[in-house]
């Protein structure tokens, strides 16, 4: 009995240990999938250390930069790494690093960015997706840069500091008062003395600085400067070419000047907010709202630009080629083809689609 007793002991023992083993297996399986790279994704983003922090109270600037998987695991790994001290300043991670890589980079006093933040707005972009790029290279989050350019209050107070900032930003229909007005262009700033007001006047600043050149044109012209870079925003999103920019506005100044719908599908997707990537619905198309030139109620310009647009955008709207064309489409090449009436413009789609190069 004893030895049956000794064996199912020993067999207990033994199962007991297996167990463990694969505890700990899935442990480590665990530790090492909650500390590896959140993405393949290698688009740097700053990271900034302020005075008072540490490895473990920037865990959440981590978290909310997408740059860990887990708070938990990453203070975990700290406990056993021990890095040296965390110093001040900014610093380049993305998410294609593990935690240890992230540490390491943060552990290196040489790694520290003395320089510069930069933030790059491409042509075209609206605010939204600039927000979205100052929350990656900033702390500063996406809902905060938004609620504060959207305050009447500090509307105001930009408005006393800029000509071109006019009363017709305050339109209820308008989703953001400064779209149009932030001009696309590449920004560095001092990441200790960074907050919103500064990203936002040192913005205004150049657009400022661009439109000067054209202040009596605009203030003088028969549209206002908010209209002329609203046309200007639909043209940046409709063509690529100078040449094709200054056809699209003349297109378009036919167009108003004739009456119709803008017809431009462009400012559907700004009206549904909705990426041009994505599809249109039917009630998408046919919504009647502020910029929904698709709609064929709505006659004139949107209540506002649907993008931040170029100069070469807005010279364009200030200085169309006339033309006889009311309607224009462009390939999946970007080439651009102008037409008189609808027939011809339905027979250049047909054509477009039998050579499959149809930008539908």
Known sequence: MKTVRKF?????????????????????????FETSPVSNNTDPKIINVDEGDNYFTIASKLKDKNLIKSE??????????????????????????????????????????????????????????????????????????????????YLKQLQQDYWFLTDEIYNDKIYYPLEGYMFPDTYHFDPNKLDIDTIVRTILDNTESKLEPFKSQLQNGTYTTHQILTLASIVELEAVSDADRAMVAGVLYNRLNDGWSLGCDATTYYAAKKSMTEKLTQSDLTACNGYNTRCTSMIGLPVGPIDNPSISSIKAALNPTKNNYYYFVADTNKKVYFTKNAKEHDQIISKLKDEGVWAA
Request: glycine share 4%; proline share 1%.
């Open 8 to 32: 199912k002991v020993g067999k207990f023992l033994l199962f007991l240990l297996l167990l463990i083993i694969i505890l700990i297996l899935i442990i480590i399986g665990i530790y090492k």
């Open 72 to 153: 938990t695991f990453y203070k975990i790994y700290l406990k056993f790494a021990k890095p040296t001290s965390l110093l001040n300043g900014s610093y380049e991670l993305n998410e294609a690093m593990s935690v240890q890589e992230i540490v390491k980079v943060l552990s290196d006093k040489n790694s520290k960015k003395n320089n510069t933040i930069k933030l790059t707005f491409r042509e075209g972009l609206n605010i939204n997706q600039m927000a979205k790029i100052v929350e990656d290279k900033t702390d500063i989050k996406t809902s905060e840069f938004i609620n504060q350019i959207s305050d009447n209050t």
